[in-house]
């Protein structure tokens, strides 16, 4: 195997070597024909240790049966003779080519996700086939749930069965899978033909998945249903109604680093925790229904290939519905309306539906044992965590520094359908949380600290800081619900502390990206505290092997991680102690903290610096080694939240919100307080730190709950527009801020992480472990790389899946288990590999004497042989040809022989391999001499038959050849006569046919002279009549025409005369009107000639005169009708005029045109 950037290990075969160089045949991939064979020269020697690290390739020796289908011969890899990091990965690459997707390591159980349904890997048929203690541990999930179940049903031994794994790579499903295993064998639901019905733990057990989900899983870039939180699931096993069978009797769910700052900021192409998305995609099913929102869930049955029927409690429970005003606060509204889920709208999820989701998630919350009430109470809780993004801050009038709840928002778009503004928001989110407003303000937009000499100053926040505090409150909020639910969960469930348990354990994968934190650092050191339990148990199980095989070893030789360890949490000079520590120094920084380790581990051998970036560092880890940024770690470590808010909720007239944190208020002010356990499923109350721009992935805020009660930056005026109604309690003020108070605050984030650690560990050292290391095969998240071809084939990207056996400690286990003796043989397999190299004749024959015994035993029994090979592989090790090759066995020896192995370290094998190598390169020389000799012979004597064949097919072809010849003379001869024939017949018949034309011509002429003479005849006659006809045309031509001229004539005067008579009535009619009007107008006239008078009389004589002249208004009315008469009169008369003078151009244009007037040519 050759390392390589593309494939990571290249198949090769060394052509040539010598003291300088080696010539390596690279071999082209079986997937791809077109590959090319490239020859590869690889130096032995380089100038510099740089050099070689740089230019030099990694070479490992490869099994050439080992490859491709050679790879589906072992279900553990353990059994490979010479395992390493190639043979791990090919094996894995072939077998998944082949759709087995699980493979044994040991111990540990590799799962490869397939991205796609393999029909009948989980079904019910194949889950019944492992539920037996007779069989040994196989390559399957429910296999290795097997094993853990019959270590407690048999040895009443408590198991942990631990899952790991980066996301996407299939650790929620094979958790699933788990539980699903463990609760259907125990309820015998699958062994037995009829099948026990499903108790209530059971189903709560299977159904509390769905919950889990829906409040701690997320769409992220990797995985559109990531897991958000590690989580520690305990199945307690024991008898019911004295039966003989354990089955569930109790479950507890413990979760870990719960990703709580996704409530409020995600990635680009990443979205929130999928109960958002479900309540809102419930509420716009039900505003589409317009009415009651049913939540009937179907198909939110048990999981994928349980055989379990519903019950009629399910049934119940998947028929209940909830009211519209259970999803009030979410009416009208879409994610868009909110700012913490406005960014994540464009994301979907590629198969899914919401509202069908939510269906899912609230059967399972009511089999689980959630009421009505209380998941009206969760519903309202989801409605105030959204409702607090969109609450903005002012800095007030006079105050720049300062800040106050905005009643508006700046927002353009609020004024359209669906948006909330700053003031809705904050109205409502009181009312969900039932605490007043100006309290609410109070505690987001001051602080209140403890000067020296008990002195209590409040002080105002700035808009960044009201906005951190708002946010903080968000996460602390949604994470409390997320503990409460899985604190409701534990107790329906029940929990027995003396029952057998077997744990499932789901938490990250070792993790490095661009830019590495706080986060990454926990998460790391949980896997290396994970990675030396791991090591420990390899060891223990490599000690369990050499004691079976009787062998004595040297445990030195075993690699720890402790040193790393040690870095890490070592007391007081460890990464994370040093981190506390200065967390409580005055003025202390991230810089600070990165010089005093840079100071205190500059010589560690795990520990590194960046010469280029002061604010970094580095820690080898067992997986490689990291670059994490210091900044930001102390503000992650502090995870702090504001004893205003929590004093604020505490005080709230919800009783949900007052068991959330009423307790947390008085742990808050107990002396000897301490996180409060029942209220946090990981042993501890969560905190919030108000990160301005928060990592890619922050899982710190989800650890612990610190009050802040210390002095802070940019101190203001404790006088404001809250003074007169924000009152605080000073008696619990003064009571909090003693000694006793101040030390039990002093507790960080890794502090309770290492405690949560040392519990975590401390739990699964008291069981028996297995392990599931789940492995993503490609980044894109797709099950083949080309779906439309004829045979798809599996997408599996090497380099990927390389760096993931790498951080999860599968190649350091390998690593671990072959630290002793890393070859390890059986005794028939020692056997057939190696006794070609004996060179005695009779030991010979009693090797081989032994291997057909072995194989005819074999054949008989394929489990387990009869015959034993011990006694001929002693003989192989002791000859003179082996024993000079591999030494002697005894003390320090570099094999050792074990009652069912050969053992042996990488020298001697290296040995054997090259004497066996060379005895087959000279076998295969005197081969390739027979097989050439042989094929010479052959060829001579196919050449001389082929002679002989030759010759007489020449002779045949002659003698062929002159018959042929005499055929054609005779053919010839009778051509010639038919030939003659048939000239002698043309000549006759081309006379014949032109003595025929001859006669033709010379009737032709006769009947052409005759044919010209009538055609004249015909055209004389036809000329006299014509002419004849157009002599008489013309004679009666000239009265035609009179007759014309008269007709017209009087049709012209008649229609004159008819228009000439229509124009005079026309006119006289005119005439008429216009008289009319002129009398009309005279009259008029005459009649305001006497009425003017009548006014002059009237005014000379006064008003005295009676009957002189009417009243005026009278008058002056008429007047108005009499001069509205006038202009209609004066419209007419024009209107007359102009038609007077058309009718008179009219009979102008008549007189003028004539006759071509009438025709219309005029």
């Known amino acids: 195997w050759v390392s390589d950037p593309a494939v990571v290990w290249a198949a090769g075969k060394v052509v040539s070597s010598d003291a300088d160089q080696l010539k390596i045949l690279l071999q082209g991939s079986d997937d791809d024909a077109d590959d090319l064979e490239q020859e590869l020269v690889v130096p032995r020697k380089f100038p510099t240790e740089k050099a070689r690290r740089q230019e030099g390739k990694k070479l490992l020796r490869r099994d050439p049966d080992f490859h491709g289908p050679g790879t589906l011969r072992f279900d553990d890899l353990t059994e490979v003779p010479e395992l390493h990091e190639a043979a791990v990965l090919e094996a894995l690459d ?96 699958v062994t037995s033909e009829i099948g026990r019905p499903l108790s209530r733990v059971e189903r ?93 869930p179907q198909g939110s049955g048990s999981c994928s290939g349980s055989p379990v029927s519903d019950t009629v409690e399910d049934a119940h429970h998947r028929n209940v519905a909830i009211l519209q005003e259970d999803l009030q606060p979410f009416e009208g509204l879409t994610a868009a309306s ?90 409502a989110l009181c009312d969900f949380l039932g605490i007043n407003l ?44 997320f503990n409460h639910i899985v604190e409701k969960t534990n107790e329906s469930i029940g929990f027995k502390d003396d029952a057998t348990f077997c744990g499932v354990l789901d938490i990250f994968g070792f993790e490095f990206f661009e830019t590495n934190s706080f986060e990454q650092l926990c998460i790391n050191f949980t896997n290396e505290l994970l990675q030396q339990f791991f090591n420990l148990f390899i060891f223990e199980n490599e000690t369990a092997l050499y004691r079976s095989e009787g062998i004595s070893w040297d445990a030195q030789e075993f690699p720890d991680n402790g040193v790393i360890v040690e870095l890490l949490q070592g007391t007081p000079n460890g990464i994370f102690p040093m981190l506390d520590e200065e967390c409580f120094v005055i003025g202390g920084s991230a810089s600070s903290w990165q010089t005093k380790l840079v100071r205190t581990h500059d010589k560690h051998p795990n520990f590194g610096i960046v010469r280029t970036n002061k604010d970094n560092f580095i820690v080898k880890h067992f997986a490689g080694q990291v670059t994490y940024t210091a900044t930001g770690f102390l503000d992650k470590n502090r995870d702090r939240l504001s004893g205003d808010i929590v004093r604020c909720l505490s005080d709230s007239t919800w009783p949900f919100m007052q068991d959330l944190f009423g307790a947390e208020e008085q742990s808050r002010l107990s002396p000897r307080s301490s996180p409060r356990t029942p209220r946090t499923s990981s042993g501890i109350v969560p905190g919030a730190s108000p990160v301005h721009s928060p990592p890619r992935r922050s899982m710190t805020a989800s650890l612990t709950s610190v009050i802040n009660t210390e002095p802070q930056m940019s101190p203001l005026a404790s006088t404001g527009r809250f003074g007169p109604t924000f009152s605080l309690d000073m008696t619990a003020l003064s009571t909090s801020a003693s000694s006793k108070v ?155 022989f074990g009652k069912h192995r050969v053992f042996l370290k990488q020298e001697p094998f290296a040995a054997l391999k090259a004497q066996q190598s060379a005895l087959r390169n000279s076998a295969v020389l005197t081969l390739q001499a027979c097989q050439r000799a042989l094929q010479a012979r052959r060829t001579a004597m196919r050449r001389r038959a082929a002679v002989v064949r030759l010759q007489a097919c020449v002779r045949g072809i002659k003698a062929r050849r002159f018959v042929e010849r005499l055929k054609k003379e005779a053919a010839v001869e009778v051509i010639l006569s038919v030939l003659h024939t048939f000239a002698a017949r043309k000549q006759l018949f081309q006379a014949r046919r032109a003595t025929i034309k001859i006669q033709a011509q010379v ?160």
């Open 94 to 189: 072939g077998r998944f080519a082949n759709g087995l997707i699980y493979t044994l390591t040991g111990p540990v159980l590799l799962a490869v996700n397939p991205f796609r349904t393999l029909h009948g890997l989980y079904s019910p048929e194949r889950l019944k086939s492992f539920c037996s203690d007779e069989h040994p541990l196989r390559p399957h999930i429910f296999s290795l749930a097997n094993q853990a179940f019959q270590g407690i049903l048999r040895h009443g031994e408590s198991q942990t069965v631990l899952v790991s794994g980066e996301s996407g790579s299939g650790k929620t499903e094979t958790t699933k899978f788990v539980m699903q295993f463990l609760a259907l064998a125990g309820a015998d639901a």
């Open 204 to 296: 709560q057990v299977l159904r509390s998945n769905p919950v889990l989900e829906a409040f701690g899983n997320a769409k992220t870039l990797r995985n559109d249903n990531s897991s958000r939180f590690g989580k520690y699931i305990e199945l307690q096993f024991g008898r019911e109604d004295a039966s003989w069978s354990k089955r569930l009797v109790g479950a507890r769910i413990r979760t870990y680093l719960l990703e709580k700052v996704r409530v409020v900021d995600q990635l680009s192409g990443e979205r929130s925790f999928h109960i958002f998305y479900q309540v809102l995609g419930a509420q716009a099913q039900a505003d589409c229904a317009g009415g009651s929102c049913p939540m009937s």
């Open 338 to 427: 909110f700012k913490y889920l406005r960014s994540t709208c464009p994301v979907t999820l590629q198969r899914g539906n919401d509202s069908e989701d939510f269906e899912e998630t609230l059967a399972s919350m009511r089999t689980v044992g959630f009421t009505g009430g209380e998941v009206r109470d969760v519903l309202r809780a989801l409605a105030a965590v959204l409702y607090l993004g969109n609450i903005e801050f002012s800095p007030p009038k006079g105050n720049s520094e300062g800040s106050q709840l905005a009643m508006t928002s700046n927002n353009d778009s609020l004024g359209s359908v669906g948006e909330l503004s700053s003031r809705d928001a904050a109205t």
């Open 438 to 481: 100006n309290v609410l303000e109070g505690a987001l937009c001051f602080r209140t600290m403890q000067a020296p000499g008990e002195r209590v100053i409040r002080m105002g926040n700035t808009l960044q800081q009201a906005s951190d505090s708002r946010d903080a409150l968000a996460r602390h909020l949604y994470h409390a619900l």
């Open 742 to 896: 101040r030390r039990a605050q002093r507790a960080t984030v890794s502090v309770e992480f290492r405690q949560q650690l040392q519990a975590l560990m401390s739990q699964i050292k008291t069981t028996t472990p297995h392990f599931v290391r789940c492995i993503k095969p490609n980044k894109l998240n797709v099950p083949f790389a080309d779906p439309a071809a004829d045979v798809p084939v599996p997408l599996f990207d090497r380099p990927s899946v390389s760096e993931q056996l790498a951080y999860q400690g599968v190649l350091e286990a390998v690593r671990v288990a072959r630290a002793g003796y890393p070859v390890r043989y059986l005794h028939s397999d020692f056997l057939a590999d190696f006794r070609a190299l004996v060179k005695n004749p009779e030991l010979s024959v009693t090797l081989r004497d032994a291997r057909r015994q072995f194989l005819e035993s074999a054949d008989e029994d394929l489990e387990m042989p009869s015959f034993d090979c011990a006694p001929a592989v002693k003989l192989l090790l002791t000859s003179e040809e082996v024993s000079s090759l591999v030494g002697s066995e005894g003390i320090g020896a570099r094999w050792t």
């Open 1003 to 1162: 009737r032709r002429r006769s009947c052409q002279k005759t044919y010209k003479k009538s055609l004249m005849a015909v055209r004389r006659l036809q000329a006299f009549f014509r002419e004849t006809k157009r002599r008489r045309r013309l004679l009666r031509l000239p009265q035609l025409v009179l007759l014309i001229q008269k007709w017209w004539r009087g049709f012209a005067d008649r229609r004159k005369a008819r228009q000439r008579k229509l124009a005079k009535l026309r006119l006289n009619r005119a005439l008429r009107i216009l008289l009319k009007a002129r009398a009309k107008r005279q009259e008029r006239l005459r009649w305001r000639e006497e009425t003017l008078q009548a006014y002059q009389k009237w005014y000379r004589h006064g008003p005295g005169v009676q009957g002189i002249f009417p009243t005026r208004d009278s008058q002056f009315q008429e007047y108005l009708a009499l001069e509205k008469e006038e202009e209609c009169m004066k419209g007419k008369v024009d209107r007359l005029q102009d038609q007077v003078q058309q009718l008179r151009d009219k009979v102008r244009r008549v007189k003028e045109g004539g006759i071509l007037f009438h025709l219309g040519l005029a």
